[in-house]
């Protein structure tokens, strides 16, 4: 079992930067692929972002390319997502998921989410 605590939303202006946490219980953590997800209000949840489990691969939506950087630090069993440059159209709330093949996005965990908004 595994357990994923997101922090770090919040309230920031359009052309600002946040950084998200999500921190995993258990110590398999570095077997898992890590990802982020978010879903704004009446749309349906979105990929944003993996990670492979030794952090060497990474994938972006095209929405966020550029802009999001996803990073893990094993030794602290923790997900990162830093987002710059943000936009309106970012706001949602956010979840950090974990599965076992970073190819196959089948997902095993879910965080319980963190709310980002972007205001103009």
């Known amino acids: 079992q595994v357990q994923l605590v997101e922090s770090g939303g919040g309230l920031v202006q359009a052309g600002g930067s946040l950084r998200l946490s999500c921190a995993a219980s258990g110590r398999t953590f570095s077997s898992y692929a890590m990802g982020w997800f978010r879903q704004a209000p009446g749309k349906e949840r979105e990929f944003v972002t993996a990670?492979?489990?030794?952090?060497?691969?990474?994938n972006y939506a095209d929405s966020v390319k550029g802009r999001f950087a996803i990073s893990r630090d094993n030794a602290k069993n923790t997900v990162y997502l830093q987002m710059n440059s943000l936009k309106t159209e970012d706001t949602a709330v956010y979840y950090c998921?974990?599965?076992?093949?970073?190819?196959?996005?089948?997902?095993?965990?879910w965080g319980q989410g963190t709310q980002v908004t972007v205001s103009s």
């Open positions: 990670i492979s489990g030794s952090g060497g691969n990474t």
């Open positions: 998921a974990a599965f076992s093949d970073y190819d196959v996005i089948v997902i095993d965990y």
